[in-house]
């Protein structure tokens, strides 16, 4: 198991739902197959293979983070594709830092 660090939002939490919806959907092969006020439920589908990535985003208004678990439905190692694709979606939606 490997840990993926929150995704970050200021705002809103519907906004920031929407975003993420938004970058999901621009993505290629994926498919939302859950949504709720504060859960998302998407599935990636690879190119030329086909396989299943199950990636799930809970949202915590309070701490202003979307917590973030990605799994393969098959096999031991996907070679950092998971992880690739949720940095990815964390760039286009992530609220950055201000120092």
Do not use: C, Q
Request: a positive charge.
């Amino acid at each position: 198991m490997h840990y993926v660090a929150p995704i970050a939002f200021e705002g809103e939490p519907a906004a920031a739902m929407a975003a993420l919806r938004a970058a999901i959907e621009a993505t290629p092969g994926a498919t939302i197959v859950r949504e709720e006020p504060d859960y998302l439920h998407a599935e990636f589908r690879t190119r030329i293979l086909r396989f299943v990535d199950d990636v799930e985003f809970a949202f915590d208004a309070a701490a202003r983070v979307i917590h973030v678990r990605s799994a393969s439905r098959i096999g031991w190692s996907d070679l950092g594709v998971n992880r690739r694709r949720v940095e990815a979606l964390r760039a286009r939606i992530e609220t950055p830092k201000r120092t």
